[in-house]
DNA sequence: ATAGTCTATCGTCGATTGACGATAGCACGC
DNA sequence: GCGTGCTATCGTCAATCGACGATAGACTAT
């Protein structure tokens, strides 16, 4: 289980294989820690990934509330990491809950520490 | 020591807790790593630190040999990871030697694993 | 001194990013 | 069905990035 409150639950993480299918060393592994790099390379974006680790929030709207940005903004940022494989979403209803997904919070702590 | 030619030796590091005086946590230790994330968020500065870090190469006439890039936008790259604090340089001479600046690696990765 | 080599900087260009407001899509309650 | 609230997407704009060639600066060797 990922969340304590199921109604905000993402679906469960893929096996942890999937996010390690490219080793950690060559062009490929090189851009993909490129791509995860970028996507924590902005304040608000690490912002956001520091509330959903600590549990301080859980869905769109509760992040847009602890940000001082437009939601549109945030929502943006949220694309971001979603497309990185740094978060998950439960796209179910009004209230969409994000969660972060660990495997690719693993691959790229992963990929900086060998370098 | 750094380096096992002195030659192309950088300056030795500055003290440890420099890098350190940033808590690991709150707006200025994201607005940091945002920093650190986005000098590591372009494959090439990724294969530069690749390089200095396996001492594939030490001074920027190799690293520009090693990448597919004009040497212009190769120097830039290395200012970046510079002006990051990622690499450190010997100014001396026409020949600049280049290496990794360890305490600002270290300070990326500790930033990176308390997300 | 002078020529040659190496690196940093400048200027430019197209592509990308980050911000916002406006708007569309979607589930729920009435 | 119909409005209401929440989220994603679109369009736009300024700012930044990334690439290059050209050029300037610095040291070496001749």
Redesign the pocket.
């Known amino acids: 289980m990922d969340c304590d409150e199921p109604e905000f639950c993402c679906p469960p993480a893929a096996p942890v294989g999937e996010a390690t299918t490219v080793s950690l060393e060559g062009p490929e592994a090189d851009e993909q820690l490129a791509r995860l790099a970028k996507a924590i390379?902005?304040p608000?974006r690490i912002h956001i990934l520091r509330l959903l680790s600590r549990k301080e929030a859980r869905?769109?709207?509760q992040i847009?509330d602890e940000l001082p940005?437009?939601?549109?903004?945030v929502?943006?940022?949220?694309?971001?990491l979603k497309d990185a494989g740094l978060l998950r979403?439960n796209g179910?209803?009004?209230?969409?809950g994000y969660c972060i997904d660990f495997n690719g919070l693993r691959r790229l702590k992963a990929l900086i520490a060998i370098i």
């Open positions: 390379g902005h608000a869905v769109c709207s847009v940005l437009a939601q549109s903004t929502s943006e940022h949220l694309r971001i979403s179910d209803g009004p209230r969409v």
